[in-house]
């Protein structure tokens, strides 16, 4: 199998040349695509890419729908108890940390950003319980792009398309920042995990219905004939 993505590569040409076209192909079949969390301003982003950590995007989305009516300000999520916090958040799972960070952090925004949001994964990265993936969502969201955002999908997406040969998060990271143009950072990972969870199944992936199977992918199941 090995052998066969090796051949496949060297048929379709290098990761360089094909990532253009990849990221072209990709966005003309979604261009919508964007985060799937529901958030009105940059607090609820944050709050919200906190709360995902573990859980589904769908959850989060019917958590903070009643999360954020009550709770509009940092100084709202101070003003109660954290078991309050908690039995709102709760079907998010870890909600005694998560609870307990995104207080943290709210205190912190106050003390030390004026109640703002920060924009660099540096800043961000100091709130309690913000971690490098968190505050590279955020960045990216808030315009500022400092890395690309590897989930399950982007994963498993960029190995099958040859654009990694990496296991880590961190080092499949490093290499797409050296690959991906840098004003596609933010959307990159949209693409792929759209595409990941429409057509690239991590079981059954759908390669006859791939816009990348023909001449792009060289892990496509589709007889070299067809290709
Ligand atoms: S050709 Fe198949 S393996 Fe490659 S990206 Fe498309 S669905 Fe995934």
């Known amino acids: 199998m090995r052998s066969y993505i090796a051949e496949a590569r060297k048929r379709l040409g290098p990761k360089k040349q094909r990532i253009g076209p990849i990221i072209e192909r990709l966005t003309a079949e979604y261009p919508e695509a964007t985060i799937a969390l529901r958030f009105r301003n940059e607090l609820e982003l944050l709050v919200s890419v906190m709360l995902s950590a573990q859980t589904t995007d769908v959850n989060v989305n019917r958590v903070t729908e009643n999360l954020f009516e009550k709770y509009r300000r940092p100084d709202d999520y101070l003003a109660v108890p954290a078991e309050e916090l908690e039995r709102v958040i709760y079907r998010t799972g870890f909600f005694r940390q998560k609870a307990k960070s995104i207080q943290g952090t709210m205190r912190m925004l106050i003390e030390e950003f004026d109640g703002e949001v920060p924009r660099t994964v540096e800043e961000l990265t100091r709130l309690p319980g913000v971690a490098r993936k968190t505050a590279n969502v955020v960045a990216a969201e808030l315009g500022n792009p400092q890395g690309i955002v590897v989930d399950?999908?982007?994963?498993?997406?960029?190995?099958?398309?040859?654009?990694?040969?990496?296991?880590?998060?961190?080092?499949?990271?490093?290499?797409?920042?050296?690959?991906?143009?840098?004003?596609?950072?933010?959307?990159?990972?949209?693409?792929?995990?759209?595409?990941?969870?429409?057509?690239?199944?991590?079981?059954?992936?759908?390669?006859?219905?791939?816009?990348?199977?023909?001449?792009?992918?060289?892990?496509?199941?589709?007889?070299?004939?067809?290709?």
Do not use: N, Y
């Not at 498993?156 to 596609?184: F, H, M, N, Y």
């Not at 969870?197 to 589709?222: F, G, K, N, T, Y």
């Open 152 to 227: 399950t999908h982007v994963r498993r997406l960029s190995q099958r398309l040859g654009l990694t040969k990496q296991e880590d998060p961190v080092k499949i990271e490093r290499d797409l920042v050296k690959l991906v143009p840098r004003a596609d950072w933010a959307r990159f990972p949209h693409l792929l995990i759209w595409h990941g969870r429409r057509i690239c199944d991590a079981r059954r992936p759908r390669c006859e219905d791939c816009p990348l199977a023909v001449d792009l992918c060289p892990s496509s199941r589709l007889p070299i004939a067809a290709a």
